[in-house]
């Protein structure tokens, strides 16, 4: 098994500009989570999803969107970006069977806007 | 509310001594707690658990942490430092309800360097 993986691994976005974050996992978790990891901070939940088609707002929604139309994939989309958006963000999966706190996390995905 | 302050940003040690990494949280509920490591361009990944069994927790690599409601602490521990130690260590608590969700509150993080 691959895990979860993320796409790309460091993207550099001009300020407005838009772009979508791929994340995908083949462990077939039901749910599914994007964090941003700012500078000497803790990771922070933008969104999440507990299966396809249903997804909900974390700690820091605002200039992100997602969609969740497969168990497979979770998109995180950016439309008009942002300085405040420099971050690397992270997805996440895991199992309502067993304990949906045991996450798995992707490697990340480094974002500058400048 | 739910928080967790990990006390120290960054912990040195030398091969083959002791770690002590600080975790204190506040809950108004009975808390679960985490261990998650990152290493570096990598991943977090889940050293351990106390979700309100045995109070002393083992996890992998030789990680342990203890539950004291006194306290309120989750110090994690590991006798004898080794060079892969060396990465980012986050507190984790879960939020009250989170069990059906899995919404984490992480701390900020814990450098772990490891001298040779």
């Known amino acids: 098994n691959a895990g979860v993986t993320q796409t790309p691994k460091f993207r550099i976005l001009k300020i407005g500009q838009s772009m979508t974050l791929q994340c995908t996992q083949d462990m077939n978790h039901n749910y599914m989570y994007w964090y941003r990891q700012d500078p000497g901070m803790g990771l922070k939940l933008i969104y999440y999803s507990v299966g396809a088609g249903i997804t909900d707002k974390g700690e820091v929604p605002n200039g992100y969107n997602v969609s969740r139309s497969t168990t497979e994939d979770f998109p995180l989309r950016l439309e008009l970006a942002a300085p405040s958006q420099t971050s690397v963000y992270f997805c996440?999966?895991?199992?309502?069977?067993?304990?949906?706190?045991?996450?798995?996390f992707g490697p990340g995905t480094r974002l500058l806007v400048l | 509310a739910q928080s967790v302050t990990q006390l120290d940003s960054h912990v040195s040690v030398s091969e083959g001594t002791p770690v002590l990494l600080r975790c204190n949280y506040s809950s108004s509920y009975s808390p679960s707690l985490f261990w998650y490591v990152q290493h570096p361009n990598k991943g977090l990944q889940l050293l351990l658990k106390?979700?309100?069994?045995?109070?002393l927790v083992k996890g992998i690599n030789g990680f342990e942490a203890e539950f004291k409601k006194s306290e309120t602490s989750f110090h994690l521990t590991k006798p004898s430092a080794h060079m892969s130690d060396a990465a980012e260590y986050f507190c984790v608590v879960s939020r009250s309800g989170s069990s059906n969700t899995g919404k984490l509150i992480f701390g900020q993080g814990t450098t772990l360097q490891v001298k040779p």
């Open positions: 996440a999966s895991s199992y309502s069977e067993r304990d949906p706190r045991t996450q798995y």
């Open positions: 106390y979700t309100s069994a045995a109070t």
